[in-house]
Structure formats: C-alpha cells, structure tokens
C-alpha cells in the first residue's frame, strides 16, 4: 500500500517537475512525501522496492 503511494507520489512529481513549473512548491511536497512513505517502510523492516 504505502509502496502504490509512493509510486503515485513519484509519479506525479515527475509530471509536474517537467510541465508545470508554477507548482514547483507543491511538487517538492509531493516528492518529500514519497521519500518520507520510502524510509517509514524500511524502518518498519519491510523490503522498500516490493
């Protein structure tokens, strides 16, 4: 699940990073989510790239 958000999340920074330069802000928050959703699965012990 959190993996699937991260993905999106990933996802979506990509988009906006390369078309829409007005949300720049934004998009970094969509970024720093996806890293934050990455390190709680590897903390937790989980494998990060399931």
């Not at 078309?19 to 802000?25: A, I, Q, R, S, Y």
């Amino acid at each position: 699940m959190l993996t699937t958000i991260a993905v999106i999340l990933l996802v979506l920074w990509a988009i906006g990073f390369i078309g829409f330069h007005v949300l720049g802000g934004f998009i970094h928050f969509l970024l720093v989510a996806a890293v934050v959703l990455f390190l709680i699965r590897i903390i937790r012990g989980e494998n990060p790239l399931k």
